[in-house]
Nanobody, 118 residues
Framework: QVQLAESGGGLVQAGGSLRLSCAAS????????MGWYRQAPGKQRELVAT???????NYADSVKGRFAISRDNAKNTVALQMNSLKPEDTAVYYC????????????WGQGTQVTVSS
């Protein structure tokens, strides 16, 4: 089992920045990619960004150029730097971890609220 613990959410004005962090513990050897998803009220959970152990990244079109995902394999952490935030970025953000060769996450954090005011 893998446990994921997020931190760093909060309230920010449009145009501002926030940094989310996620620490993984447990059977770390069983995960490959890590990433962030988000779910806004009344909407489905959607992928924000992922990063492999080698550092290969993938972003949703809506956040490209504004968000940056990074990973520290030695510390088993993944971070999401969010810049130029917009009200439509308001959502609960979830840290996720993928088992090798799986297209969907096998592990989820509890979520952290990000609210962007206009």
């Amino acid at each position: 089992q893998v446990q994921l613990a997020e931190s760093g959410g909060g309230l920010v004005q449009a145009g501002g920045s926030l940094r989310l962090s996620c620490a993984a513990s447990g059977s770390i050897f069983s995960i490959n990619r890590m990433g962030w998803y988000r779910q806004a009220p009344g909407k489905q959970r959607e992928l924000v960004a992922t990063i492999s152990r080698a550092g290969t990244t993938n972003y949703a079109d809506s956040v490209k150029g504004r968000f940056a995902i990074s990973r520290d394999n030695a510390k088993n952490t993944v971070a999401l730097q969010m810049n130029s935030l917009k009200p439509e970025d308001t959502a609960v953000y979830y840290c996720a971890a993928f088992r090798p060769n799986y297209a969907t996450p096998g592990y989820w954090g509890q979520g952290t609220q990000v609210t962007v005011s206009s």
